[in-house]
């Protein structure tokens, strides 16, 4: 059984030069490497902001809710912000 599927796709004038750009450099042998190794890169980077959501975002978020007297106030962290920058 085959463990690829054509598909057409249509893109922007000025990805499809990016595209060719990218083969006609060498940098890859055809526009489906191109086209594949972008959409592993998509695929990283949602992997990697799921993985912050879930091991930062999320229990951090439950921290605060269950005690949001850990929270600082915009005032307060413009105030400190401020502070920082005037100390740099």
Not at 35 to 41: E, N
Request: proline fraction near 3%.
């Amino acid at each position: 059984m085959r463990s690829t599927k054509q598909m057409s796709i249509t893109l922007p004038l000025e990805m499809a030069k990016a595209i060719k750009d990218k083969v006609a450099s060498g940098e890859y042998a055809t526009e489906s490497e191109v086209i594949r190794d972008g959409l592993r890169a998509l695929l990283a980077r949602d992997k990697a902001v799921n993985s912050w959501l879930k091991e930062q975002v999320g229990p951090a978020y439950d921290a605060m809710k269950a005690d949001p007297a850990r929270g600082i106030n915009t005032k307060d962290l413009k105030a400190k912000i401020m502070q920082e920058v005037g100390d740099s």
